[in-house]
């Protein structure tokens, strides 16, 4: 959310591909949500069809996409801020927001 904060053309979509039964719960999406501040649309994805078409296989990834719609980057597991991954995902939004 801090980097939507500096890059404002930033879009950030989130996808939840629930691991457990009871993470399919949409409520307890929302209230997760809102209790972590998170201001960006979240799709909840039940059957796990976009886990599928990307091929995924670990809780968390994140993909970096273009104004094309391409995915520029993968990244997985947590990730915190000021740590070498955040470094590469943070430049990498530098040079797509400047393209």
């Not at 959310?1 to 890059?7: D, S, T």
């Not at 879009?11 to 809102?34: C, L």
């Not at 976009?50 to 391409?70: E, T």
Request: glycine share 8%; proline share 4%; aromatic share 14%.
């Amino acid at each position: 959310m801090a980097l939507q904060e500096k890059y404002p053309a930033l879009q950030i979509i989130g996808i939840h591909s629930p691991e457990f039964a009871w993470e399919k719960d949409r409520q307890r999406m929302r209230e997760t949500m809102q209790k972590y501040r998170a201001k960006y649309p979240q799709v909840l994805d039940d059957s796990l069809e976009y886990w599928n078409a990307l091929g995924n296989h670990y809780w968390p990834s994140f993909y970096i996409v273009d104004k094309q719609g391409k995915i520029r980057g993968r990244f997985f597991g947590e990730i915190h801020a000021g740590d070498s991954q955040a470094k590469r995902i943070e430049t990498m939004i530098q040079g797509l927001t400047s393209e």
